[in-house]
């Protein structure tokens, strides 16, 4: 499997160093929209109604539009953050924050993976269940 610093390589070796980075910050910006609006509950719709926007303002800079500085201070005011512009760029930083995240997916992934195999178990206990009532019933009725 290929690691992020191999795409990283692949989506540089296409682009230029200028589109790189132009990339590169709109992926920061609407990764951390995402989830500041995620943290929030709020659809994009809500999000845009909050702003002054239209939902579909909202999708483009989630789909990587950057958007003007005073679309994105309206976009924090909204969510009740700050923005930074240059902070989340600090490749150390930038890359720690992003291992973070996967290892915080990593472990929620594997949360999930248990709820689901429990909730299969109970399905299947249930099933059987319900497979020996009615056979009970079937037997006693005739």
Known sequence: MKSQK???EMVRSVNSEE???SLEISSVFASELINARLEKNLTQAELAKLCGMKQSAIARIENGSIPRVDTACKIAKALNTEIHFFSSLDNGTRNQHLEDRISDMEVQLSEL???VTE???SIQ???QI???INKSEYLYND
């Open 130 to 132: 319900n497979i020996t």
């Open 125 to 127: 206990t249930h099933n």
């Open 119 to 121: 909730l299969v178990r």
């Open 6 to 8: 191999d795409f990283e």
């Open 19 to 21: 589109e790189f980075n």
């Open 113 to 115: 993976t248990k709820q």
